[in-house]
């Protein structure tokens, strides 16, 4: 057999080697297209699926129309210095609340209004740097409801509900759920809090949010008009406050 010439070798060489190189070509070419794409950003509309029912719908009312969750809400009016302030509190004990530490700032006179129309004269308020949260003492009994406090805060997915006196005006009562932990939006030294769906407004601030058993799983401070998001102090902040009396100091009036 006639070997092939040398420019023959030379042409059957230069084939092999366009043929490798296609060949690794594909193979790169392969290679890029298995990689992902980045991920797309989270939705900000999502809302997870609620884990139970709104706790109004379950929790009976009492002959005189009002639950035990709205009974022990009560309407905190601070007359401060050159202006009136309207929050919402709710009852610990019969001469306790807790409400927000914003709703009682340069107070002159706090004033409690009960579910049933009493007024009732604050003693005393102390508040603290670590969350949005102040407690009020008074001399006459707020009643006989009072809030019993979760262990435990609420997870994402879970339904609340909102016990309050939004713009001042009459007790209402809204449900939402938890969105999850986030950074706390107003810099309230508290590291996380919890956004919610309830819708809120100027007023609910220190309302109770109640899980489906009407146990207290936070209190609400402030909220995104925006997105209507609510965002609340969780119950494991308030035990804490609770538990270490020295967290919290006496509310002075200064009017300078």
Not at 156 to 162: A, H, K, L, R, S
Not at 168 to 187: A, E, H, I, N, R
């Amino acid at each position: 057999m006639t070997p092939p010439a040398p420019s023959a070798r030379r042409s059957f060489a230069a084939a092999r080697r366009g043929l490798a190189l296609a060949a690794a070509s594909a193979l790169a070419l392969t290679g890029c297209a298995v990689v992902p794409h980045p991920p797309a950003p989270m939705p900000s509309d999502w809302v997870p699926s609620p884990s139970a029912t709104p706790m109004a719908s379950t929790v009976g009312l009492s002959p005189d129309g009002f639950s035990a969750a709205q009974r022990m809400t009560v309407r905190v009016r601070n007359i401060g210095c050159g202006f009136v302030n309207t929050g919402t509190g709710f009852a610990l004990d019969a001469f306790t609340l807790v409400t927000n530490r914003h709703v009682i700032d340069d107070s002159q006179t706090i004033e409690v209004s009960t579910h049933d129309g009493r007024i009732i004269d604050a003693t005393a308020a102390s508040s603290t740097t670590v969350a949005d949260i102040a407690i009020i003492t008074t001399t006459e009994s707020l009643g006989g409801a009072f809030a019993a406090r979760a262990e435990e805060d609420p997870e994402e997915g879970d339904v609340i509900t909102v016990v309050g006196y939004p713009n001042g005006g009459k007790l209402t009562t809204v449900s939402g759920v938890v969105l999850g932990s986030v950074q706390d939006p107003l810099g309230s030294a508290v590291d996380t809090v919890l956004a919610t769906t309830a819708v809120v407004q100027p007023g609910s601030s220190g309302s109770p949010v109640l899980n489906d058993d009407g146990d207290v799983v936070g209190v609400v401070y402030a909220k995104n008009p925006d997105s209507n998001q609510s965002f609340i102090v969780p119950v494991s902040v308030l035990n804490t406050l609770l538990a270490q009396p020295a967290l919290l100091v006496p509310e002075r009036v200064d009017c300078s």
